[in-house]
């Protein structure tokens, strides 16, 4: 079955300072691939998805980035963090039409 | 475009049913989705329903979709404590790809 690991799980950053997350993948291959915001007492936002290697379509235009190298990795990157950058990140996978697995998020809180 | 809605609170006393509700305008999903959230964790799916489908029955879980309101529900029976969680509708893109999540409904049990 797949499994998504994400890390680190909690990040606490400066305004201003770079950012990498990352997202792996294990029990499947070739899956589309999600990055998702989740705001405090918000609903999930998405930002990312790719459907392959080095294949990234970007849903909302912002200071944020995403980049698939290998197939079973999605990393969430950043130059310079904003205060509104805080949030709940979660990766997912869809292998099928019928859902969506998450990882277990990466709580990331901008100072 | 795509958009799916949802009242953010719900509070029910244990051992009543919860009945969360979701409105949605892509009239050309295939699948319709309930997730749950437990505090500080990702997603998981908690149960789906085809469009070709009215009612789905899942031990304590009654799915109903009414397309012509485009309106979706999940009744909860016998509500317990671990119930309390945050629950998203969701329902596919017609491009396959991605998934349009509501805001989430935060349901509170009363013990």
Redesign the interface.
């Known amino acids: 079955s797949q499994t998504?690991h994400q890390w680190p799980a909690t990040l606490v950053q400066p305004v201003g300072s770079p950012l990498s997350l990352e997202c792996t993948v294990e029990g499947t291959s070739n899956p589309?691939l999600y990055w998702?915001r989740q705001a405090a007492g918000?609903?999930?936002q998405?930002l990312f998805?790719s459907?392959g290697i080095g294949q990234i379509?970007s849903?909302v235009p912002q200071n944020l980035s995403a980049s698939r190298p290998q197939d079973r990795q999605f990393i969430l990157s950043s130059k310079k963090l904003l205060l509104s950058d805080s949030g709940f990140y979660?990766c997912?996978l869809?292998q099928s039409?019928?859902?969506?697995?998450?990882?277990?998020?990466t709580?990331l809180t901008v100072t | 475009g795509e958009d799916v809605e949802q009242s953010l609170f719900l509070s029910v006393r244990e051992g009543d049913s919860s009945v969360i509700n979701c409105t949605y305008t892509d009239s050309s999903s295939?699948?319709l989705?309930w997730?749950k959230q437990e505090p500080?964790?990702?997603?998981?799916?908690l149960t789906?329903i085809f469009s070709n489908m009215d009612m789905k029955q899942d031990q304590r879980l009654t799915v109903l979709l009414n397309k012509k309101d485009k309106h979706l529900s999940l009744r909860i029976a016998d509500t317990q404590t671990g119930d309390s969680a945050i629950y998203?509708c969701a329902g596919?893109y017609t491009g396959?790809?991605?998934?349009i999540?509501?805001?989430?409904t935060r349901l509170f049990v009363k013990a």
């Open positions: 998504i589309n998702y918000r609903g999930l998405l998805y459907v379509s849903e979660l997912a869809r039409s019928y859902e969506q697995y998450f990882g277990p998020g709580r | 295939t699948y989705y997730y500080g964790a990702g997603l998981q799916l789906y998203f596919p396959g790809f991605k998934t999540f509501g805001a989430g």
